[in-house]
């Protein structure tokens, strides 16, 4: 009874309250209001000496900081739009992977953030961006001016960066935004190869690996593209157009994530039950396929801060045709991909492929999204549907690798294709001066075949850096602690033998139906 | 008395009990079972890759009746759990020896 009569007190006593200012109050007590907005912003909040009459040179300041303003905005909240990607690469991969297995697929897909990103603050970024000179976009700071170099042919190769260790001598907001945007796009390739090797990989050699990542094997080709290294250099040095460009990370963060993949995997080897005698693969089903779509559209959501932001520059208007570009092709990557399975190569729409094929539409136009039209975007995802499930089948049934998330086929194959579509499909609209060469950049299909051979020298110098470098790691790992997890955690699941307590507690688990048996 | 087991499709529980409230029976048990019969499972897909699946979950019906009763409710059984498809289960029936309600120690059909 009375907790009724307070109830109906408590309503009393809001609605009242609410009623209050428009009756009591007169709009008119608060002087100047703006609900239109319109009056908002005027001469009197330009920064002057004389407050509403700034001088040309106070107007200029005030524009100026506002451009980099707007550029450093759109760099940081896409970097954030990125950092939310981890959580899709978790969700992805651990709903395409078994139940016994949740709670480490999972530690694995959350240690590499801070791991890497601590090992890209100790030397990563200092290696990838000490030389790239000046800033443009965000306010021209040229502290980042120490790129080591040989000198071939009487030309210089840039190899790496040697300023930034610790952020130390570049404190400096321009290179923070930039430290926070390449940091998050070094950890998604960073997060790529834990699919590829997820439910069998001992989480002390994940860790060694996690630190690697971020401070070695990413910056150093990072910094051959993007940081002003010998790839960014082929257009001058060598007239090979722009030289290997690369917008957001087709070949730089995808393939390199793919190829590691790839190493990882094969170095691994299968899953207990994978393969029978006679190598034909067996189906490992992933035990939550609504975590897999939600991580996918998580991932789709995230690639408009990846590619978007990629101008490091909100002022760069050509955002717009990169967003559509993104958007298209991670449409017709899904579609295509969806009907490939259902009509040529099984009988079912599978819904772990249609993901694939959504991510395999956005791996393929990062790089060349910023240089293409929209039919173009629609053509590269198209074609990237159908190789992702061709690569998948080629890795799982030609190469005998066991990729339970089809790592390999969405990140390193449909990685490679998006390099070598910039190259036939750049229509010369967008890219004036890009890497130092003047004019637009062009692909095969319009005009410029070099363009296309640099591609194909930046993918061709990826897999093999890349490739061996994570060789040599993953070989080095193996003998300080095992890349293998024991084959009786393997069977039981890696969730408590490894990190001490299943992902899923109370639930019971059918593990005996989770692993084929190889016959 | 008749205790009738029936194995059937996990998805015709609810119209079985409904059928069988029209007809009207004292009480009834439900297990979760998996299991197969001649067919040996059923084939699934995952990336393009057929696998077996061996065990198919079904549900497990226990009632006993009076041996009267018990042809109405094995009929409205397979009315209400067919659906004409491979899969539909199995009915079993038993002869019941004795009962007993734990209550009050009655014993015989009277405990029903």
Same mark, same amino acid.
């Given at each position: 009874?009375?907790?009724k009569l307070?109830g109906?007190l ?5 609605l009242v309250s609410l009623l209050?200012? *428009? $009756?009591?109050l007169?709009?008119d ?8 907005g319109s009056?908002?912003?005027t001469?009197?909040?330009? =920064?002057?000496a ?5 001088t %040309? ?6 524009v100026?900081h506002?451009?980099v ?6 760099v940081?909240?896409? /970097?954030?739009l990125?950092?939310?990607m ?5 969700m992805?991969e ?6 016994k297995?949740?709670?480490h &697929? ?7 953030y801070?791991?890497?990103m601590?090992?890209f ?9 000490g /030389?790239m000179g ?6 021209g ?10 000198n ?15 952020? !130390?001598?570049?404190?400096?907001? *321009?290179?923070?935004a930039?430290?926070?945007?390449? %940091?998050?796009?070094?950890? #998604?390739?960073? !997060?790529?190869? &834990?699919?590829?090797?997820?439910e ?8 060694i ?12 080709y ?6 002003g /290294?010998w790839?960014?250099q082929?257009?001058r040095n060598f007239?090979?157009g722009h030289g290997?460009?690369?917008f ?7 393939? #390199?994530g793919?190829?590691? *993949? ?6 691994l080897g299968?899953?207990i /039950?994978?393969?029978?005698r006679?190598?034909s693969p ?6 939550n396929i609504?975590?897999?779509i939600?991580? &996918?559209?998580?991932? +789709? ?7 978007p ?8 208007l050509?955002?717009s045709?990169v967003?559509?570009? &993104?958007?298209?092709?991670?449409a017709t990557?899904? $579609?295509m991909s #969806?009907?490939?399975m ?5 009988k079912? =729409?599978d ?8 991510l395999a539409?956005? $791996? ?5 999204? +910023?240089?293409?039209n929209? +039919?173009?975007?629609?053509?590269i ?11 998948a089948f080629?890795?799982e049934?030609?190469?005998?690798i ?5 790592a390999?086929?969405?990140h390193?194959?449909?990685?490679a294709?998006?390099?070598? *579509?910039l190259g ?10 890009w890497?130092?060469?003047?004019g637009t950049?062009r692909?095969?299909?319009y005009?410029?075949?070099s363009?296309?051979?640099?591609q194909c020298v930046g993918v061709?110098?990826?897999i ?14 193996d003998?300080?602690v095992g890349?293998?997890a ?15 307590? =299943?992902g899923?507690?109370g639930v019971?688990?059918d593990?005996? +139906?989770?692993? =084929?048996?190889s016959? | 008395m ?5 194995i ?7 119209f079985?009990r409904e ?12 297990t979760e079972i998996?299991?197969?019969g ?15 699946v ?8 226990? @009632?006993?009746?009076k041996d ?5 409710i @094995?009929k409205?059984?397979?009315e209400a759990g ?8 199995k009915?079993f029936?038993y002869?019941?020896e004795?009962a @007993?309600? @734990?209550r009050?120690n ?7």
């Amino acid at each position: 009874m009375f907790t009724k009569l307070f109830g109906k007190l408590l309503i009393t006593v809001m609605l009242v309250s609410l009623l209050i200012p *428009a $009756v009591v109050l007169a709009e008119d007590i608060i002087p100047k209001t703006d609900p239109g907005g319109s009056a908002t912003g005027t001469a009197i909040d330009v =920064p002057a000496a004389k407050i509403g009459e700034p001088t %040309m040179g106070e107007l200029a300041n005030a524009v100026g900081h506002n451009r980099v303003a707007i550029n450093m905005v759109w760099v940081l909240i896409t /970097g954030f739009l990125v950092m939310f990607m981890q959580a899709g690469f978790a969700m992805v991969e651990t709903g395409m992977t078994r139940a016994k297995n949740v709670a480490h &697929t999972m530690a694995m897909n959350f240690m590499i953030y801070p791991l890497g990103m601590l090992g890209f603050y100790v030397c990563g970024f200092a290696l990838m961006f000490g /030389g790239m000179g000046a800033i443009g976009t965000m306010g021209g700071f040229a502290g980042l001016n120490q790129e080591f170099t040989i000198n071939l042919f009487g030309k210089s190769f840039g190899l790496f960066g040697t300023k930034g260790f610790f952020l !130390t001598g570049v404190y400096d907001v *321009a290179v923070f935004a930039l430290f926070l945007f390449q %940091m998050v796009f070094m950890d #998604t390739t960073a !997060t790529i190869p &834990t699919g590829s090797m997820a439910e069998r990989w001992k989480y002390a050699s994940f860790f060694i690996y996690g630190i690697f990542v971020g401070t070695i094997i990413y910056p150093v080709y990072g910094n051959w593209v993007w940081g002003g /290294g010998w790839l960014s250099q082929l257009g001058r040095n060598f007239a090979l157009g722009h030289g290997h460009v690369d917008f957001a990370g087709s070949s730089v963060v995808h393939l #390199t994530g793919g190829v590691i *993949a790839f190493i990882g995997a094969w170095i691994l080897g299968p899953r207990i /039950g994978k393969y029978n005698r006679d190598g034909s693969p067996n189906a490992i089903p992933g035990h939550n396929i609504p975590m897999a779509i939600i991580g &996918t559209f998580i991932l +789709a959501f995230g690639w408009f801060g990846f590619n978007p932001g990629s101008t490091l520059a909100g002022t760069d208007l050509r955002i717009s045709v990169v967003a559509v570009n &993104t958007m298209l092709a991670s449409a017709t990557g899904a $579609v295509m991909s #969806t009907l490939w399975m259902w009509f040529v190569r099984g009988k079912k =729409p599978d819904p772990s492929m249609m993901c694939n094929g959504m991510l395999a539409g956005l $791996v393929a136009i990062t790089a060349p999204c +910023a240089f293409v039209n929209s +039919a173009s975007a629609c053509i590269i995802g198209l074609i990237s549907g159908v190789l992702v499930v061709e690569a998948a089948f080629f890795v799982e049934r030609k190469l005998k690798i066991d990729d339970p998330v089809g790592a390999i086929a969405v990140h390193g194959c449909n990685g490679a294709w998006g390099c070598l *579509a910039l190259g036939l499909f750049a229509d010369g609209t967008y890219g004036d001066g890009w890497n130092g060469v003047a004019g637009t950049v062009r692909g095969l299909f319009y005009g410029d075949a070099s363009q296309l051979f640099a591609q194909c020298v930046g993918v061709i110098s990826n897999i093999a850096y890349v490739g061996l470098l994570s060789f040599v790691v993953f070989k080095l790992i193996d003998k300080m602690v095992g890349n293998r997890a024991d084959a009786r955690a393997e069977l039981d699941g890696l969730d408590v033998p490894e990190m001490g307590v =299943p992902g899923y507690v109370g639930v019971k688990l059918d593990k005996a +139906a989770e692993t =084929p048996l190889s016959r | 008395m008749k205790k009738i087991e029936a194995i059937i499709r996990p998805e015709r529980i609810t119209f079985v009990r409904e059928a069988l409230e029209k007809v009207g029976y004292s009480g009834l048990m439900i297990t979760e079972i998996q299991g197969h019969g001649k067919q040996k499972g059923a084939t699934q897909q995952w990336r393009g890759e057929k696998y077996k699946v061996e065990f198919l979950p079904k549900t497990k019906l226990e @009632i006993v009746v009076k041996d009267s009763e018990a042809e109405k409710i @094995i009929k409205s059984i397979v009315e209400a759990g067919r659906t004409g498809d491979i899969g539909d289960g199995k009915i079993f029936v038993y002869n019941i020896e004795d009962a @007993i309600r @734990i209550r009050t120690n009655e014993r015989g059909e009277s405990v029903l």
